[in-house]
């Protein structure tokens, strides 16, 4: 997208407060927008006749097969959702993705009760069930092996763990604004030169000023890595019930020191790996 989001549109980089910076916000510094928006081939975002999220739309069909090309990557991912109304503690864990099979391994470093969990999913593996052990009381369980959709397993997540990753990302971009393009009431604004944990990026935010049923979100901001031309920040925020209020979060994910095609192996995803010390798995 560095090359593609050549002139941007006036856009606001926000950080919204919830009784204090919010964990997912630090790092996210806005830098001055330029005055002219062109996206998706030097399709001018301005134009009357299209849907203003047509350029977007069009930038993601055009990356996804790039995305989808990377056969790995590891990255420290910071989460943040909204359950059931209340917004939970964030999130920090390392992961690592393979595409081919789909691979996750996660291991929790914040928050500090759950420091040291650690999850494998292997699509086509072990029954497609996750592989994970609890900490403190809940190691005492030892290794367990989890519905990716059940109970245990969604405890505490809106998405279960076959969703994860930055490709998932596009396409629930992807399948969100195909269905927003049905309709109007949507503004989009592009801020460049915005800063997510040290990295340039390109800020795409999409707005639905009036509550309406089809609408999920109320904003949503989107930061794009201009040197990856990656989306490795995703946040939205819900429309507030008062006019006094702030938006409310609804989910934040930002992927940090990204790092791509680092050759995990199949070693990487086995629970039997002792560098990771499953119990029972030695």
């Not at 989306?231 to 609804?250: A, D, F, G, Q, V």
Request: glycine fraction near 6%.
């Amino acid at each position: 997208m560095n090359k593609v989001l050549t002139r941007m549109a006036r856009g606001i980089a926000v950080c919204v407060l919830f009784g204090g910076v919010s964990a997912l916000c630090q790092g996210v510094a806005p830098s001055p927008a330029a005055e002219v928006p062109r996206v998706a081939g030097n399709v001018p975002a301005t134009d009357s006749v299209q849907h203003p999220l047509i350029p977007v739309i069009r930038w993601a069909e055009k990356e996804r097969p790039n995305v989808a090309a990377i056969r790995d990557y590891t990255a420290t991912m910071v989460k943040q959702e909204n359950i059931n109304g209340e917004v939970q503690e964030a999130q920090v864990m390392e992961v690592k993705v393979r595409h081919q099979p789909f691979s996750v391994y996660l291991k929790f470093q914040l928050p500090q009760k759950m420091r040291g969990q650690q999850a494998i999913y292997v699509k086509g593996q072990r029954d497609n069930k996750i592989v994970c052990h609890g900490v403190g009381a809940e190691k005492l369980f030892g290794t367990q092996k989890l519905d990716p959709e059940g109970f245990l397993a969604m405890r505490g997540n809106k998405y279960p763990i076959t969703e994860l990753g930055i490709l998932n990302l596009i396409d629930k971009l992807l399948e969100v604004g195909h269905k927003d393009v049905k309709v109007g009431e949507c503004t989009v604004t592009y801020t460049e030169g915005v800063k997510v944990s040290g990295r340039a990026c390109t800020l795409i935010q999409v707005t639905h000023p009036v509550p309406r049923p089809h609408f999920l979100y109320h904003v949503a901001l989107i930061y794009v890595d201009r040197e990856h031309n990656l989306p490795i920040r995703y946040e939205s925020y819900e429309w507030p019930r008062k006019e006094s209020e702030k938006p409310k979060l609804s989910e934040a994910y930002t992927y940090q020191n990204l790092k791509i095609n680092v050759e995990l192996t199949d070693a990487d995803f086995d629970p039997a790996n002792p560098a990771y010390n499953f119990p029972g798995m030695k």
